[in-house]
């Protein structure tokens, strides 16, 4: 069974600075991977995606994540934090040929700080 | 952009009532899904639906728990003689490919 492990449950950064969310994942196949945002009260955003293909993908609002098969990671970046961005973002995995259930993370809370 | 709309917003009910939490997918996505997030813990898949069945469900999606699509636009969770732990968000979500947009959620309460 796939699992999807995020370290950090609370990650603090200023802002302009960079923002480095990690994701680690447990597939015995090849994996579909995304990264969700979470505003207050609000549903779940996509911001990006890795499916097949290259492995650095770029999303919304200037975040990229890489797909590192050797190190069954894939880490949400962004170069430059905004107050904006400020939410929970939680990664997901859904195995390719076993169904279209997404596993999630348990989320991590990014706080910006002036 | 087309979202995937749910209604209500927020419901409580008294521990053993019914609930059905409604959701309209978007008009062209062929597989619907249902996740709840109860608070402060992670989103859990509850069941995929597609062609007019359940393609797959958790342990969590036990004889309580059942969905429908009683027309072409609307699907709906419902949930019978509820429990205090039912208490979380349910989110609805929609695809025609490999990804799922979600709505906002129905937040319910169980009192």
């Known amino acids: 069974a796939q699992s999807v492990t995020q370290l950090g449950s609370h990650v603090s950064v200023s802002e302009g600075a960079l923002v480095l969310l990690r994701c680690n994942y447990s597939s015995s196949v090849p994996p579909y991977l995304f990264w969700y945002v979470q505003y207050p009260n609000q549903g779940l955003q996509l911001l990006l995606k890795y499916t097949t293909g290259a492995t650095l993908v770029k999303g919304i609002n200037g975040f990229e994540a890489e797909f590192k098969k050797s190190e069954t990671s894939f880490h949400l970046t962004k170069p430059s934090a905004h107050m904006s961005d400020a939410a929970e973002y939680f990664c997901a995995v859904r195995v390719t040929g076993g169904g279209n259930k997404l596993t999630f993370g348990t989320g991590t809370q990014l706080k910006v700080e002036l | 952009e087309p979202e995937v709309t749910q209604t209500p917003s927020h419901q409580v009910t008294q521990m053993g009532q019914e609930v059905i939490l409604r959701c309209v997918p978007i008009s062209n996505h062929l597989y619907f899904y249902w996740y709840r997030q109860i608070l402060g813990q992670k989103v859990e898949f509850l069941v995929s639906?597609?062609?007019?069945?359940?393609?797959?469900k958790s342990e969590i999606f036990d004889d309580q728990f059942s969905v429908e699509r009683p027309d072409g636009s609307n699907f709906t969770l419902k949930i019978r003689s509820t429990k205090l732990e039912d208490s979380a968000m349910y989110f609805c979500?929609?695809?025609?490919?490999?990804?799922?947009?979600f709505g906002d959620g129905t937040r319910l309460s169980i009192l």
């Open positions: 979500a929609s695809s025609e490919g490999a990804v799922q947009h």
């Open positions: 639906f597609y062609n007019n069945e359940i393609s797959e």
